[in-house]
């Protein structure tokens, strides 16, 4: 390695040795995650492989400062850089995505969808969101989470051909006159047509959220239709497809100057008042510094060709699933998920992530829609393809993991809905598959790993 030539690569340097000295057990356990991600194809669709010089501002001395507040407004002294960062993070997510306006305060976009819903209503107000078994999130009315026990929240969901259902989201809007409707999803692996929701809020006068966690790399590449303007607000998280710090991000088209409920302002101007004082304290500044360095990357040319292989990667998938005689739900896929029933290979959902996982094959359980297995259990898989793009695997590659992917499941013999065991000929075949197929793909923006 070369001589660092400034603070912050002396300081780096300076943090992993003390680390090695001071903490030997904790430096040994990231250092086996490190080797982990490069050892197994990650395909956990809500996950991704951000780059180094993300990652790195996520360990700078951004994060001592305390800094409550906004750009050139902050409760403390010392933000003068802080406000800089905060500035390029805001201007660049304005930029990306054609905003009018960006908060990247959220830390998380749980919490992003949090604010959204506390600017437009009270407590016991109705929500329209999309139910989780269909493919929406536990933030959007589930009875898991804030969304649904604070809120009276009524849910839509997929047609027969397990797609949206906006007919019957616009029934439920007539009927129930929400405050708010939100779309968006987290296991749908299908275009959601914007303009349609839009129309359902503008029926019963409700605002709309467009929560484009899993897709936002994909709508900033101009992959998959932008919400921007046609939502009132677009909530994200910041490190699945803007493979930047982890937390969120709220942002707000056309709309930013229309008056908030209640006749305080603006929406925009409402939204930085409930991210803080309302819902947090001081921001984390380097997370912030982070999503900055994300938002560059989405906003780069280069970030067009990931963001056009995450979704010919995700189709070649979904195709060599269907070859292999899998059911794969809606018949394929648009975006970057691919979501496979695994009830005729007789095992359940978790069984089949847990031996996947095994063989270093990292997916997640999902149910499926009208699944009669709890969320625990599932009757399916999720797989996506953020990360493989980042490895620079190619369409046939696909093809190749779906043959490990069906000799482990082949090989998988249920105990019960929880236990099960795997062929050990199945296993030894894949792991060396896997093997193969990280060392021919590695992460190339990753040093390789030394043993
Ligand atoms: N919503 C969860 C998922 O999609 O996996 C975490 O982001």
Redesign the pocket.
Known sequence: MSEPRSNLERFVLAGVERLREQDPVLYEILDNEYRRQANVLSM???SSIADPSALICEASTAMNVTAEGYPGRRFHAGCRHIDQIEQLAIDRAKEVFGAKFANVQPMT?TSANEVVMFTVMQAGDKLLGMELDSGG??THGSKASISGQVFDAVGYGLDENERIDYDSAMRQALEHRPKLVICGT??YAREVDWKKFREIADAVDAFLLADI??IAGLVAAGIHPSPIDHAHFTTT?TH?QLYGGRGGLIMIGKDYDQPAPGGKGTLAEMIQKKVFPFFQGAPNQSSIASKARGLAFVGSPEFKAVAQRIVDLSRALAGAFVEKGYRVITGGSDNHIVVVDVREKGITGVNAEKALEDCGIVV?KNRIPFDQRPPSITSGI?LGTNGLAIREMEPQDMVECVDIIHDILQGVRQESDTKYSIEPAARARAEEGVARLCKLRPITTYPPVVD
Do not use: E, I, M, Q
């Open positions: 956990v669709a809500s976009a999130h536990l987290t296991a966690t899993h998280c699945k997640n999720r």
